[in-house]
């Protein structure tokens, strides 16, 4: 019945709504079924209408309009269907599976034939009339998903059945089952189960997908149950290791997990609290205490090379996860970034669908506030102006000299700021390293965190000065940004680089007096063997029974680089909390309260509200990672200190911004320039990277401190595992890769790898850019044809394609504008593109909107709606040309 | 009333999770915000599975449609009749589309629903105009309406036949960067 087929796939397309490309696949897999269900399911039809109205006679009703009450009448036939199916089917696969019972048994074994068949005939009967009617009720389902594999799928329904039937005569012959059906059967159930793991994803109505989702699961149930899968998997629990074996010995077991002597009377002073009665800068003074000495810090780990029942092995561990979480960091950003690239949003170029981007996706529909409602409407409404201005200027030209001019001066001075401030951090850490000879007492808390308080000031002076200094510059707002956030970046950078290199020639020291240090230990200890071995007069001397507090110990340069990066952590927290809470707060508090009893409105002009800047802080973000990736080695607990930030600071800021912040003027979104942030992010970690791997390279251990104290260098633990705990042809191999010898040729290939990839790259690009001057020529030509033709009706169109040479053929109004359209195309800059101007904002000295009308269709009437007659569009090829060319206003 | 009563059976829930990017409790959480919109005519116990439309100003004036500009549009899109008036069936529907975990397609789609203000499956001059409209909230002129949407119209629009149809929609829309991330209720 092929009307009642075609309007139920129209009724079904109109109930999806979308019969356009989207959901073709699904449409038509739709009508297969549909088609299928149709051609079993005429007799009952009308039989079954009537109960299934029943149920849907309060759909009915409400229903208010025709189109609404015709959808409701859909999935009440798809019911009906499923109904009738069942029963085709059923009577269907009772005839059939008997017949495949017989032809089963033929296959089986020659000694059992006879019996079996008889047992199998016999017995198959009799079960068959009761379980063809489920098989026939999942064939019926599964039948209705897939129309189109229609015969396929019945064939395996009569299969199961049998073959259950079969089974339940002759006890187990699932073998009998050919291989090749029991694989089309799990297809299907894997069918299934994928419908109704993407069942989620589909545009349909939730009617329909609950309806669908019942028929998938019996379905599986019913098949699944036959296959003998899908029992469900046990989930093994994991015992975790505990904190103690991976931390090894407990507080005051050894001298570096003990405050020292002369340190424990201060390690409980929180006296210096007082000093600025601020609670958060007791921080920066407990280090002193008892965190110095915590398994916050790299010297609270030993050098026992297993610890505990399982061997762990600490020092090698403890490597492996410093160097390993580099590793793991590289790969996500670099992931992350791949990712971003695949994913749309670079694949347009910049400007391509400026204005149907702002339609469609500039509003942000988590919006719940009226008003950020308000600011949104306001902001998309600004930059839609600014786009149309945009289009208006790309033409001007101003005094280039003059701008060029102060763009160098710009530049100039933000390089001397710059510079200035790189000095400046190198001649405090100077200044602090001279501090730290002198004794503790003497000295303000000023000068004792200087170092961290000038950086964090940096931070907070100099991106505004930059700003200020690149309104010179005139750039377009989002260059200007990239700018900005370059120069900002250069700025932490060099901070923080200053800062690192303040910090070694502070480590070359340390190990200076290390050496001393070392020296007098084995000097005291040497008088202690000798002295107690003359005393008693004993070879067997027990060790100096001294308390680990009292134990002489070195510098630890590992701890004082660790606790550098914390303070400047937590210094950068203060900084951070303390700009919030004046700067936007307070500036709040002022702006809001004052405003009553001042000569100007505080509010619209001079201080205003704080903004919220959005790549400020994420590039905030960014140089915190780095940070901590740099800490991380010698300050391990820095990590968790870190989490703790950002979730207060997180909440801290989000209230800020809640309650004090105006969005930014212009709202650059983050996510626009995902991997701009990305390659920051990752050009940080590489270079946060590159200090760590050169200590552990290069930089010998402390001899009392930390987990590779004793060895030369720190990566000498890797070595010494490989010599020792794996077999010697491990060791050998390890030999070999290391050997300069392979690792040459090996980053010779990776170069060569990375040369050819690059070419392969560019290929593509150059296709690329290719086939997009192909699809442009393309879809400008058709534009042509359409607007030079007579008609836009299909049928005609189709005719003058069949027309033999037609451009050969003047157009019948007049060949003009022909000469015209080719000149004019490739005159015109791509952006521009005839129609704009013609609907005509007045746009005054604008020669390029204006150029393209004459290129615009000439030869054929005005459609409705195109601009008002009287235009460049209308046929008068005169002054239509004139105005084009001469560039004269257009109105 | 008040009792610990059963809202759905698990079945219904283990069937709302298949269908949606929700978990149970988030379906849960969507019948309470489904039942607070009408309290007197959604009840409790919806078990039995009662046919119920929430109608749309009611649903438009939820806190997270109701500084939505295309909110009559997004709950008409979402109902089943067209007309806004949502059962529970459809609420959940539009939630899940919404949520953060729904793909990219489906929002699309949805998209493409919500801006065919006319519904005759093309994004014509007129949609483009009405969206402009809601968006700016009438602060552009004429012209300049005129103008943006023969702009959008012009990059969009790849087959030439001044409206867009799904497919150039989904192209445009494919490579914006900020679809995803704006396109997104939470609840």
């Not at chain 1, 100077?430 to 501090?435: A, G, H, I, L, T």
């Not at chain 2, 959480?29 to 009408?38: K, P, T, V, W």
Request: hydrophobic share 35%.
């Amino acid at each position: 019945m092929p009307p009642k087929r075609k309007n139920h796939s129209a009724i079904r397309v109109e109930e999806v709504g979308m019969e356009v490309d989207a959901v073709s696949d699904s449409g038509s897999e739709d009508e297969a079924r549909r088609r299928a269900q149709n051609r079993r399911a005429k007799p009952q039809r009308k039989a079954k209408k009537v109960s299934d109205d029943d149920e849907d006679e309060e759909d009915e009703d409400e229903a208010p309009r025709k189109k609404g009450r015709r959808k409701k009448t859909k999935p009440q036939d798809s019911d009906e269907d499923d109904e009738e199916e069942k029963q085709s089917v059923k009577r269907k696969t009772s005839k059939a599976s008997r017949k495949k019972a017989k032809e089963e048994s033929d296959e089986e074994s020659e000694e059992d034939k006879k019996k079996r068949r008889k047992q199998g005939t016999a017995g198959s009967k009799k079960d068959k009339e009761e379980q063809n009617k489920e098989k026939g009720e999942v064939k019926g389902k599964q039948g209705k998903d897939k129309g189109g594999e229609k015969d396929k799928k019945k064939k395996n329904g009569k299969i199961s059945s049998s073959s259950s039937s079969s089974s339940s005569s002759s006890g187990s012959d699932e073998e009998s089952l050919s291989e090749g059906e029991m694989e089309a059967l799990k297809e299907q159930v894997e069918e299934k189960k994928k419908l109704i793991a993407t069942l989620r994803n589909k545009p349909w109505r939730m009617k329909r997908r609950l309806i669908l989702l019942k028929e998938a699961q019996e379905f599986v149930e019913k098949f699944e149950g036959a296959l003998g899968k899908g029992k469900g998997r046990k989930l093994y629990a994991y015992k975790v290791m505990m904190a103690k074996i991976l931390m090894g010995l407990p507080y005051g077991s050894i001298p570096r997990k003990t405050v020292p002597r002369e340190e424990q009377e201060t390690a409980m002073d929180f006296s210096v609290l007082n000093d600025f009665g601020v609670r958060i800068l007791a921080w920066l003074n407990l280090f002193t205490g008892y965190i110095k000495y915590s398994f916050l810090f790299y010297g609270y780990f030993n050098n026992n090379r297993r610890i505990g029942l399982l061997q762990f092995r600490l020092p090698l561990s403890y490597l492996l996860v410093g160097v390993g979480i580099f590793g793991y960091s590289l790969m996500v950003v670099i992931r992350t970034m791949a990712r971003n690239a695949n994913e749309g949003g670079d694949g347009a170029e910049e400007g391509e669908f400026t204005f149907s981007w702002k339609m469609f996706t500039s509003w942000d529909y988590l919006i719940g506030n009226p008003e950020t409602a308000d600011n949104k409407y306001a902001s998309i409404t600004t930059s839609f102006k600014e786009s149309i201005v945009d289009e208006q200027e790309n033409q001007k030209d101003e005094n280039i000299h003059l701008r060029r001019f102060l763009r160098v001066l710009a530049n100039f001075l933000i390089t001397c700021s710059l510079g200035g401030s790189g000095y400046l951090i190198y001649f405090v850490v100077k200044r602090s390293q001279d501090f730290a000879k002198m004794e503790k007492e003497n000295l303000s808390w000023l000068e004792k965190n200087e170092v961290e308080f000038v950086m964090s000031l940096l931070g907070l002076v100099c991106p505004p000065l930059f700003e200020t200094i690149a309104e010179l510059e005139d750039y377009h707002p989002r260059i200007a940004l990239k700018w900005q956030l370059g120069r900002i970046f250069a700025l932490f950078l060099g901070n923080l680089y200053t800062f690192l290199f303040a910090l070694f020639d502070e480590v070359n020291e340390k190990l200076e007096t290390e050496k001393s240090i070392k020296n007098a230990t084995d000097w005291a200890f040497e008088q202690y063997y000798t002295n107690y071995s003359s005393h008693y007069n004993t070879t067997d001397v027990p060790p100096p029974n001294v308390h680990p507090a009292d134990v002489i110990r070195g510098p630890c340069w590992e701890d004082a680089v660790g606790i550098g990066f914390v303070k400047l952590i937590v210094s950068d927290m203060q900084v951070t909390y303390l700009t919030i809470l004046i700067g936007d707060f307070a500036r709040a508090v002022i702006v809001r309260f004052l405003n009553y009893c001042w000569c100007w409105d505080l509010e619209a002009s001079m201080p205003s509200y704080g903004e919220f800047d959005i790549s400020g802080n994420v590039l905030g973000l960014i140089f915190n990672q780095g940070m901590i990736w740099m800490g991380a080695f010698y300050a391990p607990g820095l990590v968790g200190l870190n989490v703790l930030r950002l979730l207060s600071s997180m909440y801290y800021q989000c209230w800020a911004v809640m309650c004090c912040n105006v969005p930014h003027e212009r709202v650059f979104k983050a996510s626009r320039s995902n991997n701009f942030y990305m390659g920051l992010l990752l050009l940080v970690l590489f270079l946060s990277l590159l200090p760590v791997v050169y200590t552990i390279m290069t930089v010998s251990p402390s001899f009392d401190c930390g987990p590779f104290s004793g060895q030369g260098k720190m990566y000498d633990v890797i070595m010494e595992t490989i010599e020792q705990d794996l077999p010697p042809f491990l060791a050998n191999i390890f030999t070999y890769a290391t050997n300069p010898g392979l690792i040459l040729p090996a980053v010779l290939l990776m170069a060569l790898a990375i040369y050819y990839l690059n070419a392969v790259s560019k290929g593509y690009q150059n296709a690329n850019l290719d086939l997009k001057k192909k699809m442009k020529i393309a879809r400008d030509e058709e534009k042509n044809r359409r607007n030079n033709k007579d008609s836009t009706n299909e049928v005609m169109k189709d005719l003058e394609d069949l027309l033999p040479n037609k451009s050969l053929i003047p157009p019948p109004v007049e060949e003009e504008p022909h000469p015209d359209v080719i000149v004019d195309k490739g005159a015109k800059s791509p952006k521009i593109k005839p129609g704009a101007a013609a609907r005509g904002v007045n746009l005054q000295k604008d020669v390029s909107l204006a150029a393209p009308n004459a290129r615009a269709p000439v030869t054929r009437a005005p459609e409705p709606r195109r601009g008002p007659p009287g235009n460049a569009r209308s046929p008068q090829p005169g002054p239509g040309r004139g105005r084009g060319r001469g560039g004269h206003p257009s109105r | 009333m008040g009792n610990k009563q059963t809202t759905f059976t698990d079945e219904q829930l283990e069937a709302f999770q298949d269908c949606t990017f929700f978990t149970r409790k988030e379906i849960l959480r969507l019948h309470g915000r489904y039942r607070e919109l009408a309290p007197h005519l959604v009840p409790l116990d919806f078990t039995n599975r009662p046919d119920i439309r929430v109608p749309p100003t009611l649903i438009v004036s939820m806190p997270e449609l109701k500084e939505n500009p295309f909110r009559d549009r997004i709950v008409e899109t979402f109902s089943e009749d067209g007309l806004g008036n949502m059962s529970f069936n459809d609420f959940v529907d539009m939630f899940s589309a919404f949520c953060e975990t729904s793909p990219r397609e489906l929002k699309t789609i949805y998209a493409f629903k919500i801006y065919d203000f006319n519904r005759d499956s093309f994004i014509c001059k007129e949609d483009l105009q009405k969206t402009l409209t809601k968006l700016t909230k009438g602060d552009l002129s004429p012209e300049e309406v005129s103008l943006v949407c023969d702009k959008s119209l012009e990059e969009a629009d790849l087959d030439g036949d001044h409206k867009l149809s799904f497919s150039d929609f989904e192209n445009m829309v494919s490579k914006a960067p900020d679809f995803l991330s704006n396109f997104h209720i939470r609840i």
